[in-house]
DNA sequence: TATTGTTATACTCTATAACTATA
DNA sequence: TATAGTTATAGAGTATAACAATA
């Protein structure tokens, strides 16, 4: 425990009430950072019936046709009974379709129909506009940089992962 | 959307799942790096029989001692009625008291027991090993870079939200 | 036996509204 | 009337286990 302990303060009544403990942590200025983005994003997407889960399976699916549902799980790191519902939700949009695969008749081919695709360009636009203008205190250079960092920070996560299991 | 369309793959079968489309957007990396911190944090925390919600709330309460529920809410930026639920269950495990205030009885002060006091600084101790661990691909310079970009991220949406108000 | 998709359950966090007791 | 705390409810995300169909 820091040394920077106030002492009993027994009147805090409308005192300012202080974070710095939390702030020694990274993942709590992430979260604190996170929350906005991603509230951001939900905004943006929510315009066209969708969630920031549904949007990105979307971009998946779009990205990479006839794959199948534990495909897509792994890519987004969700659990495949998760991946159920959000491909239930755009199938019922009339954004995909889930097709049967004669070599392997326990998995489904996901496609995007030509609403989805047209969908996701638009969402896409919208999104790139709204992370631009959320991310505008930032110089393209520490974009960059702060893309560049998060992708190590999860790489070095992963690669742990795998070397304690 | 981008002209980096894969044609129709019909047979995607066992191909690697890309996510290129979602990599375009800064809060899909800090996304899928925040989710590793969580779970590392989570791990570290359950330690004590805690989770990182009722943790931060503790932080908070030893800090600031004789702070409110409503103060606490303000500065983890959750619900009030979210905060009467991690202070119950503090009180519960003895960590933390509710005293009620002579000047407002609507109101508690919420002082941290000694034992909750304890129990934070081991709690920060592995806290801080742990993060140290996952970041440990990280210079130092890198890790305040991270966490000005944080920051920034975070001021201005919140006074981007202020100025939309 | 193992895998794909599915259903069901439970837990956490979030958001909202309504209520009480105080002010 | 406004605020502090409380209760209740609903939605979303996550984690887990069990099951049917298929491999």
Redesign the pocket.
Known sequence: MPDSFKGDNTDAGDLPVTDAFLRRYIGYRMKRAYVHIHSNAQAAIETFGL???TSSALHIIVENPNL???QLSLALS?????A?LL?DELEKLGLITRNRVPQ?????ALRATPAGEALLEKVVESLIRHEETLLAGLTAAEKTQLAGLLDKIERRAIDARKAGA
């Open positions: 969630r920031v889960t199948s549902q534990s969700i659990e495949r009974s998760r159920v491909v392997d008749r326990r998995s489904y």
